[in-house]
């Protein structure tokens, strides 16, 4: 089974700190993905990327950066973190051939203070 | 960019009833997957249809697409609390990406 696993399942932070969110897959996946949660909202995806070194910009950006130096972890990181970033965090892996359904994480729930 | 929508946004049955869960979309697609997840978990996989399928089962979950209409549906079957979870489809968003609706949120009482 393919086992994806994020750092912290629950973090606290202060506004303007500079936070780091790690993920490892175990799974030799190319592509990885963070996305944030919210009430409503569904997932909205923040980066992903589909190689070392690699990444693009999801739908919602603004505020953070990734870093894939390795192929089993892709890190999200909040330059300086806001209020309006407290959320569920999810990661995903996905293999890259055909259809393959993404694997995700357990998230990382994040509070902002 | 296109996404799925799911209706109803809540859902509360007894044990052993059935669940039925649908999801709208606004474009053409050439699959769509369904995920759960528990509270306060991560999603998880559940199936995936695709667009030249009609009907796909999976032990108690049953899930169609109609591509006509841009819907699919998610049926579970004689219910239990275990299956008490938010239920999200995902339609293909460009270059492996996925977007996910809403989700429906799922309360099976005992």
């Known amino acids: 089974d393919v086992k994806v696993t994020q750092s912290s399942r629950y973090l606290v932070k202060r506004t303007g700190e500079k936070v780091f969110l790690e993920c490892v897959q175990d799974?030799?996946?190319?592509?990885m993905f963070w996305y944030r949660q919210d009430p409503g909202l569904g997932l909205r995806l923040i980066y992903f990327?589909?190689?070392?070194?690699?990444?693009e910009k999801g739908d919602i950006p603004e505020g953070y950066s990734v870093s894939r130096e390795k192929k089993e972890r892709f890190s999200l990181i909040l330059e300086s973190a806001s209020t309006n970033q407290t959320s569920m965090y999810l990661c995903?892996?996905?293999?890259?051939?055909?259809?393959?359904?993404?694997?995700f994480g357990d998230g990382t729930r994040l509070s902002i203070l | 960019s296109q996404q799925g929508e799911e209706d109803p946004q809540a859902l509360s049955i007894q044990e052993g009833e059935n669940a039925t869960m649908n999801c709208s979309y606004k474009?053409?697609?050439?699959?769509l997957q369904w995920y759960r997840q528990n509270s306060g978990r991560g999603l998880v996989h559940l199936i995936l249809?695709?667009?030249?399928?009609r009907e796909k089962h999976s032990g108690r979950l049953r899930v169609t697409l109609d591509t006509s209409k841009k819907s699919s549906s998610l049926l579970i079957t004689a219910s239990r609390a275990a299956d008490t979870a938010s239920y999200f489809c995902?339609?293909?968003?460009?270059?492996?990406?996925?977007?996910f609706g809403a989700g429906t949120r799922l309360a099976v009482h005992p």
């Open positions: 995902a339609t293909p968003g460009g270059y492996n990406k996925l977007i």
């Open positions: 995903a892996s996905l293999l890259h051939r055909g259809l393959q359904p993404q694997h």
């Open positions: 799974m030799d996946h190319e592509n």
């Open positions: 474009t053409s697609i050439n699959n």
């Open positions: 249809i695709r667009s030249n399928e």
């Open positions: 990327s589909y190689d070392v070194k690699m990444k």
